[in-house]
Each structure stands twice: as structure tokens, then as C-alpha cells.
């Protein structure tokens, strides 16, 4: 007689403090993440960054990801290794690159001198670039473990909230780096000061982490339990060799190639955001990060809303389709000359936020649905794997763009020369992007008619 066994998850109060513990570290590593996207113009004035300098260091948080495959091989450990000691191991890469971030930024030592490594930038640009990647390692593995984490530990109830309660929290830590990080560095006098902040929080996330890792340990106990009191087999571990069953999977790529060129018309969007608040919409520097802090504020109330109604109605391809739509939208209209008032930035803004909602707490719940549970940490690395190409070429091609076509002067700032550029070219790049993410939205969901994941239907059985 098959006997029912309740286990730790089913406990909502251990399943929404668990999610809450991991949540602040993602919420640590989404700070540290965008504290630079405000401080372009500062950074132009301190250290004499171009807009070239600073999209190739924007970028390079995708180094070691893309290039020498470090978040494939993340995936993979964490199949194989489990959430503790990835989520571990994660914490300690973050807070390393980091520290490395922060010399770069604040020490003299290197002021004057040029590294040649591939191209020619200042020391300081190419060393904060490198602290970057190695931290970028650390918080896109960190990233691809929380995911695991919800699944593993809201399986079979409210996996989209969760996943979207996760996200607002960290986009809390974008939203205060966006908000906060100007005013911090003018308030210190040095662009370093808030990231000298970052890098204590990322301290205060790992040591959190190890509080998760003794309810974790305590819901595999009871998940083992319920296994043998219900006389079931453990599911397979994940094997190396099933890298093609995911790769092979039509409806995988439609979310990778979905995910990668979303993210890529948002993301490198909030790094100058700042500056185009000030180039077109002539807010005052103090207040220009408020404006862009304004769509992950968004996201901490509307992606959980979305999270839920996945859940409870599903249409969950549909979704992603609205989302991709608003993005085309919102940079069509930012691209236009003559909307120039601070309102108008904030009502699209606003409206930003929500495409950013829809897809992303769409998205993430329905790899489960297309992937097994065992080769989900590879999944997803795979999947953010192709999003950090994204991550890593777009803000050095806006960068790029930027220097070569969109200079329109020079203006002095503090006694200090500063460049001016107009943003319409790379508005309209970010829309390309946005149509292109709205044409596999839509495979994406005839995929899913064809071969009925269930997409389209609810989370919570």
C-alpha cells in the first residue's frame, strides 16, 4: 500500500524562508551588477573613460562565461555537486571579483598606464574588466543554483511566484544600485564608494547562504524519507552525455535565443540608461539613475503578479509575446527626437518595467516544463550561456556605436570636459532586438502546440 509522506517543502513557512535567504545573496549580486550603469559620466570625468572603455568593461562580466565556457562547466558541477557546494563556491568567485573590481577603481597605482591585450585601453579600465568577469562567473553560476534551488523546493506549488518573488528581490539590488550609486559617489567624492558597499553586501549574502545550507540539508533528509516510504526510485542522476538531449531540443532554443535577445534590449539598456536621461532628457546628474531605477522597482510588484497568474490561468508563451511587444514599443519611442521631457522617460520607464515582468516570470518557470528536473542546472547554464553572449556584445557594440556615430560635443562638468552624444541609433538597436525576441516568442509557442509541454497551462496541480 503506497503510503503519503509529507517533506520539509511542503511546509510553506521552511519553502518562502528558504527562497527569501537565497533571494538577498541574488539581491548582493544584482547591486554589485549594475553599480557602475550610473556612473559613465563620473567615470568619463574621474578616470577619462570613453564610452568605448566603458562598454568593453560593461561587457566584460560575460568574459570567462562566454568565451572559456566557465558557466557551462558551473551547470555541470551543479548537477553533479549539488546547490550547497555550488552555491558555495559561487559566493567566494563573486566576492573575489569584486575585490579585484574594487582596486581597480579606487587605487592610483595604475593612473597613466595602457595594457595591449587584444585592444588598447587604460590599466585601470582592463583591470576592473577582469574583476568583473571573474565575478560575473560567480553570479551567473549563483544565478542558475537559485533557480534549482525554487525548483527543488516549490516543485508542485507556487514555482512561478517563487521564481518571480526571487527575481523582484534581486531587482531590488538593481533598483538601489541605479537609484543610490550617483549620489554615494559624489556624497565620497570617488566612484569607488559604492562599490567599497557591494562588496560588503556580497560578504553578508555568502554568509547567508550558509544558513540556507542547513534547511537544505534537512529537506533532502525528508525528500529521502518520502522516497522510501512511497517505495520510489530516486530520479537518475544527470550524465554528461545528455548535453545533446538538451541541445537537440527545438523548444530549448527558442527560449535561449528568446532569453539572450530580450535581455540583450534591457539590460545593456539600464548600463546607459543614466546618460540618456541626462544626454536627451537634460535631468540633472544627482537624479538621472532615479529614472531607470524606476523599471526594476517595477519589476518587485508586477513580476510575482505575472509569476501567479502562470501559475493559477498559465498561458505562459502568451505572455512572452506581450512582453516582447512592449519592448519594440518603449525603444521606438525613445529612439524618436521629439519626445524630450523627463515625463515621457518615465512613462516609458514604467512601461518597460512591465515587458521586463512578463517574460522573464514567464520564462524561467517553463524550463521544467521542457527539461528534466535532473539536467535543469545544465539547462539553464546553457540558456545563460547564450544570454551572457548577449550581455557581453551588446554594451561594447552600443559603446562602440556611441564613440563612432553619436558624439554631438563636449561639455565642462566640475571644471572637468565631459562628451555629450545623441542615442537615437542605439534606441533603434535595442527595438531590432526586440522584434527579432517577438518572432521566437511566437515558435516558441507553436512549438509548444505541436509538442505540448504545456506552456500554455498552469504551474499548480
Known amino acids: 500500500m503506497e503510503t ?15 527562497l527569501l535567504i537565497v533571494a538577498f545573496t541574488m539581491f548582493a549580486g544584482y547591486y554589485l551588477t549594475d553599480v557602475m550603469s550610473p556612473l559613465e559620466r563620473m567615470l568619463d570625468k574621474e578616470l577619462h573613460w570613453s564610452a568605448t572603455s566603458y562598454g568593453w568593461f560593461s561587457g566584460s562580466y560575460s568574459w570567462f562565461n562566454v568565451f572559456f565556457f566557465f558557466l557551462i562547466f558551473g551547470g555541470i558541477i551543479l548537477d553533479k555537486m549539488g546547490v550547497r557546494f555550488t552555491g558555495i563556491v559561487s559566493g567566494i568567485v563573486m566576492i573575489i571579483g569584486a575585490g579585484i573590481k574594487y582596486y581597480a577603481v579606487s587605487t592610483h597605482s595604475l593612473d597613466g598606464q595602457t595594457w595591449t591585450i587584444i585592444w588598447t585601453f587604460p590599466a585601470q579600465v582592463w583591470l576592473a574588466s577582469i574583476g568583473f568577469a571573474i565575478f560575473g562567473v560567480g553570479c551567473e553560476v549563483a544565478g542558475i543554483t ?15 511566484l517563487a521564481m518571480g518573488l526571487q527575481l523582484a528581490i534581486a531587482r531590488l539590488g538593481t533598483a538601489v544600485a541605479l537609484s543610490s550609486s550617483l549620489p554615494v559617489a559624489l556624497k565620497f567624492g570617488h566612484v ?45 542522476e544527470f550524465k554528461t552525455k545528455e548535453l545533446w538531449s538538451i541541445v537537440s ?24 540608461a543614466t546618460n540618456l536621461m541626462i544626454n536627451k532628457f537634460g535631468v540633472d546628474d544627482y537624479y538621472a539613475g532615479l529614472i531607470p531605477s524606476l523599471l526594476p522597482f517595477g519589476n518587485i510588484l508586477l513580476t510575482p503578479f ?38 515621457f522617460a518615465i512613462f516609458l520607464i514604467l512601461i518597460l518595467g512591465i515587458g521586463f515582468s512578463l517574460v522573464p516570470s514567464a520564462m524561467w518557470p517553463s524550463v521544467p516544463k521542457i527539461i528534466p528536473e535532473r539536467q535543469l542546472g545544465t539547462a539553464y547554464a546553457l540558456i545563460f550561456w547564450v544570454q551572457n553572449i548577449g550581455l557581453w556584445g551588446v554594451p ?50 507553436a512549438e509548444d502546440k505541436k509538442k505540448g509541454y504545456g506552456l500554455e497551462l498552469p504551474n499548480i496541480k
Not at 537559485?146 to 512561478?160: P, R
Not at 560588503?200 to 516510504?229: N, P, T
Not at 561639455?411 to 518572432?439: C, D, H, K, Q, R
Request: glycine fraction near 6%; charged fraction near 15%.
Open 306 to 343: 505575472f509569476g501567479s497568474l502562470y501559475d493559477k490561468k498559465g498561458k505562459g508563451a502568451t505572455l512572452m509575446i506581450i512582453g516582447s511587444i512592449l519592448i519594440i514599443l518603449v525603444h521606438f519611442l525613445f529612439a524618436i527626437p521629439l519626445f524630450n521631457s523627463y515625463f
Open 192 to 236: 569607488s564608494a559604492p562599490v567599497l558597499i557591494c562588496l560588503i553586501l556580497l560578504c553578508i549574502g555568502l554568509l547567508s547562504f550558509f544558513v540556507y545550507c542547513v534547511q537544505d540539508k534537512k529537506l533532502d533528509k525528508s525528500l529521502a524519507l518520502a522516497a522510501e516510504g512511497n517505495d520510489e526510485e530516486s530520479e537518475e
Open 249 to 272: 531540443n527545438k523548444a530549448w532554443w527558442y527560449l535561449a535565443i528568446l532569453c539572450v535577445l530580450f535581455y540583450s534590449a534591457v539590460f545593456p539598456f539600464l548600463k546607459y
Open 396 to 445: 561594447f557594440l552600443i559603446g562602440w556605436v556611441l564613440d563612432k556615430y553619436c558624439v554631438t560635443g563636449k561639455v565642462v562638468v566640475e571644471g572637468s570636459s565631459v562628451t555629450t552624444y545623441n542615442y537615437t541609433l542605439p534606441m533603434l538597436i535595442f527595438m531590432t532586438f526586440g522584434i527579432i525576441a517577438l518572432v521566437f516568442a511566437f515558435l516558441l509557442k
Open 146 to 160: 537559485v533557480s534549482k534551488i525554487i525548483v527543488k523546493w516549490f516543485k508542485g506549488h507556487e514555482m512561478a
Open 4 to 18: 503519503i509522506t509529507n517533506t520539509l517543502r511542503d511546509s510553506k513557512t521552511a519553502r518562502w524562508a528558504a
